[in-house]
């Protein structure tokens, strides 16, 4: 460690504070007042910011290529002497260790900031909720999970972090538990993720075997003397290619990567696996942004970027990631045209950024994936927490058929809305125009395959109906006439400024967190795409074949600069098409829906694939489990238990007939024999000493006068 480095030497602590004030809520919380709880609770979680960001600070101090701060706290598990498939022998050990490199000091950041300011939200937000310290707890408790995750040094530590998000998600989600709806979309958010779990486990099983260590890097580690005391995954993966044991393509390395991003699918909410999102909006609205859009869905993201090493040698997984990342995102934003529940449209428009996250990745734009990841985390989770504002102005109403004309009503809730609203549809120069725009522009330039291009066409597509149905929820939330119910309208007041507040910081950080990405085309430096570099992992051109692929230098800038014009035309169309729509012509929706009644009804119903899932899945394990109810009930409690009872209870009548009637009856002729034997002998011995004493005297007659009679005759 280096001089004057103290909040990277304690930076194992920045989890630890949440978890002891989530650990004293649960425990003690319900004899504390609300102020204690803010005071514990909230002020962790800035403690924990404050942390981040001295150790943030003091590792971007250091020289880029030693902007790695690893420790390993205590062996958790350990193995012994491990053969890699790379070669040499490694200490195999399961660590409970932290790594803090460029990319984890990114999600620190993003998790206790924006973890911060909706901490401060919630106080005025769940003010008047029943279980408030218990809220608070699990909320603790989350952030905990979520920062063991990203600081883990392997990938066993950041599956405990990864179930930990789960089940603090499912604990969330569930929070108002006396709603069957709620409970419901708890346990199916539980469900759905072990599926993708299940994946994640697989890989990590895999990547032991293939490796010989699950730690990422040996990077970092200050007595380091060489790469096999602290063995990591990319330096096994080095000394593979160098060796001739990994090449481009393996089944292994690609088995590895397909595995983990089927646990991102499930915790990012990618096709197949999110349809647990949309239903998980049941839980309170800070837990929705949060949770569902700041942090814990980016999980997935983080992990394969983290795992950008493997992805990139593995062509075919990189694919699947963008086709996967590119049709979500079309899809999700397909249902969220017609959607009418305020924090709904915000579901699907989450979904649909993920898919942005996992394109970016799936071309190898990891750095634009990370990016947008940040970016997407001011405005979506402004996006939520202003959704909320204006449910608490509405006492609890979600539906935007029900809202209308609040722009001078909430006028700070509108209007930082409205900012995060441009931010997410990509218009200049809010951040999300800049991590949207490096995302096609790297999708386009990612190859000169009718792929990459179809991809492109895909985003920019999704571009448009981000805009449209975005501006669509402004337009009926808080322009237009208001179709507010009139006992309602009396009681619209604006948040307090607990609520309203972080509604601020997160505005201004929608308009300036682009700019520290703005690409050299528009003559800047890319300072993020700097601060990334050493975590990217830059395979040997020969494997990668990345140089033949690429578009031509030449024509580079003016081609991004005709894409980023397009990009912005078409969200610009997006924005005029729902003006025109839902203000300028009214009533016009109402006819488009009915002219379209079967596509409309259609993406209303989400594609039926709730009702599919039920049909394929769901009854499909009943009925498994009905089966299997009667083979126990007819096989193993009829043959195998009852079966057997009977076949022991026959076995035992039989016993007990065998020793009523043979068995006594034996002994009871036995018994007679013996006593008709015994006559004889009871005659003599009948225990008197009087006939004792005649018998022998009669004895001795008898022998006497035998001898006498011998004697006569011999005379």
């Given at each position: 460690m280096m001089p004057g480095e103290y909040f990277l030497e304690h930076a194992g602590w920045i989890p630890l504070f949440p978890l002891v004030s989530a650990a004293l809520m649960l425990f003690l919380g319900r004899r504390l007042p609300k102020f204690a709880v803010n005071l514990f609770c909230v002020g962790s979680v800035f403690i924990s910011f404050v942390f981040s960001a001295g150790a943030v600070y003091q590792l971007a101090h250091r020289a880029a290529e030693d902007r790695f701060f690893q420790k390993i706290l205590f062996i958790w598990i350990p193995a012994g002497v491990y053969h890699t498939t790379a070669g040499p022998l490694a200490n195999f050990a399961a660590d409970w260790g932290i790594l803090l490199d460029p990319l984890s000091s990114v999600m620190i950041l993003v998790v206790t900031g924006v973890g911060f300011l909706i901490h401060v939200y919630s106080t005025g937000y769940m003010a008047q909720e029943g279980g408030y310290y218990r809220f608070f707890g699990y909320l603790n408790l989350f952030m905990f999970s979520m920062l063991t995750l990203v600081l883990a040094n392997n990938l066993l530590l950041m599956f405990v972090g990864w179930e930990g998000v789960g089940l603090c998600s499912y604990l969330l989600i569930s929070f108002y538990f006396h709603k069957k709806t709620a409970s419901d979309a708890g346990k199916k958010a539980f469900i759905v993720n072990r599926v993708g779990d299940t994946g994640f486990l697989l890989a990590i099983f895999l990547s032991s075997v293939t490796f010989g260590t699950i730690r990422f890097t040996s990077r970092g580690f200050e007595k380091l003397v060489d790469a096999t005391q602290y063995p990591g995954m990319l330096d096994a993966l080095n000394i593979g290619i160098a060796s001739g044991v990994f090449a481009v393509g393996m089944p292994v390395l690609t088995a590895i990567a397909l595995l983990m991003f089927v646990g991102a699918t499930g915790k990012s909410a990618q096709i197949p696996l999110y349809v647990w999102l949309p239903d998980a909006m049941e839980g309170p609205t800070p837990v929705s942004a949060l949770i569902h859009a700041a942090t814990m869905v980016t999980a997935g993201v983080y992990m394969v970027v983290r795992m950008n090493s493997l992805f990139q040698m593995a062509p075919f997984a990189m694919h699947v990631v963008a086709a996967i990342g590119a049709l979500t995102a079309i899809y999700a934003a397909s249902m969220g045209l017609v959607q009418t529940d305020i924090k709904r449209v915000l579901a699907y428009s989450t979904i649909s950024q993920l898919g942005y996250m996992f394109l970016a990745c799936g071309v190898g734009a990891f750095v634009?994936?990370?990016?947008?990841?940040?970016?997407?985390?001011?405005?979506?989770?402004?996006?939520?927490?202003?959704?909320?504002?204006?449910?608490?102005?509405?006492?609890?109403?979600?539906?935007?058929?029900?809202?209308?004309?609040?722009?001078?009503?909430?006028?700070?809730?509108?209007?930082?809305?409205?900012?995060?609203?441009?931010?997410?549809?990509?218009?200049?120069?809010?951040?999300?125009?800049?991590?949207?725009?490096?995302?096609?522009?790297?999708?386009?330039?990612?190859?000169?395959?009718?792929?990459?291009?179809?991809?492109?066409?895909?985003?920019?597509?999704?571009?448009?109906?981000?805009?449209?149905?975005?501006?669509?929820?402004?337009?009926?939330?808080?322009?237009?006439?208001?179709?507010?119910?009139?006992?309602?309208?009396?009681?619209?007041?604006?948040?307090?400024?607990?609520?309203?507040?972080?509604?601020?910081?997160?505005?201004?950080?929608?308009?300036?967190?682009?700019?520290?990405?703005?690409?050299?085309?528009?003559?800047?430096?890319?300072?993020?795409?700097?601060?990334?570099?050493?975590?990217?992992?830059?395979?040997?051109?020969?494997?990668?074949?990345?140089?033949?692929?690429?578009?031509?230098?030449?024509?580079?800038?003016?081609?991004?600069?005709?894409?980023?014009?397009?990009?912005?035309?078409?969200?610009?169309?997006?924005?005029?098409?729902?003006?025109?729509?839902?203000?300028?012509?009214?009533?016009?929706?109402?006819?488009?829906?009915?002219?379209?009644?079967?596509?409309?009804?259609?993406?209303?119903?989400?594609?039926?694939?709730?009702?599919?899932?039920?049909?394929?899945?769901?009854?499909?394990?009943?009925?498994?489990?009905?089966?299997?109810?009667?083979?126990?009930?007819?096989?193993?409690?009829?043959?195998?238990?009852?079966?057997?009872?009977?076949?022991?209870?026959?076995?035992?009548?039989?016993?007990?007939?065998?020793?009523?009637?043979?068995?006594?009856g034996l002994v009871g002729l036995t018994g007679t024999l013996v006593r008709l034997g015994s006559y004889p002998a009871r005659f003599v011995q009948t225990g008197k000493l009087q006939s004792y004493a005649l018998v022998i005297v009669l004895g001795v007659l008898l022998l006497l006068g035998y001898f006498l009679r011998h004697a006569m005759g011999m005379v």
């Open positions: 634009g994936g990370v990016f947008h990841l940040m970016t997407h985390a001011f405005f979506k989770a402004l996006l939520f927490l202003g959704s909320g504002s204006v449910i608490h102005a509405l006492s609890g109403e979600q539906d935007m058929r029900k809202m209308g004309a609040l722009w001078s009503k909430i006028p700070v809730t509108a209007k930082t809305f409205f900012i995060a609203t441009l931010a997410i549809a990509g218009i200049p120069p809010f951040a999300g125009f800049f991590s949207k725009d490096e995302i096609l522009w790297k999708t386009f330039s990612g190859g000169e395959e009718v792929f990459y291009k179809v991809l492109w066409v895909v985003g920019v597509i999704t571009a448009g109906m981000t805009a449209f149905y975005m501006f669509r929820l402004v337009n009926m939330t808080f322009f237009g006439t208001s179709r507010v119910e009139h006992e309602v309208e009396h009681h619209i007041h604006e948040s307090p400024p607990s609520m309203t507040v972080p509604l601020i910081i997160l505005a201004i950080l929608s308009v300036v967190g682009g700019w520290i990405g703005k690409p050299a085309s528009l003559g800047g430096v890319n300072h993020f795409e700097r601060w990334l570099e050493p975590v990217i992992f830059s395979p040997p051109a020969a494997l990668a074949g990345l140089a033949e692929r690429a578009l031509p230098a030449a024509h580079r800038e003016p081609m991004e600069y005709i894409l980023m014009a397009v990009s912005v035309l078409i969200a610009l169309a997006g924005i005029w098409l729902a003006r025109v729509i839902y203000l300028q012509r009214e009533g016009l929706a109402d006819r488009l829906a009915e002219k379209w009644g079967p596509l409309y009804t259609l993406l209303h119903r989400k594609y039926y694939m709730d009702e599919i899932y039920d049909a394929l899945f769901v009854q499909r394990t009943k009925d498994l489990a009905t089966a299997l109810g009667m083979f126990d009930r007819g096989v193993i409690d009829g043959v195998g238990v009852n079966g057997s009872g009977a076949l022991t209870l026959a076995i035992c009548r039989i016993s007990m007939w065998w020793d009523t009637w043979i068995v006594d």
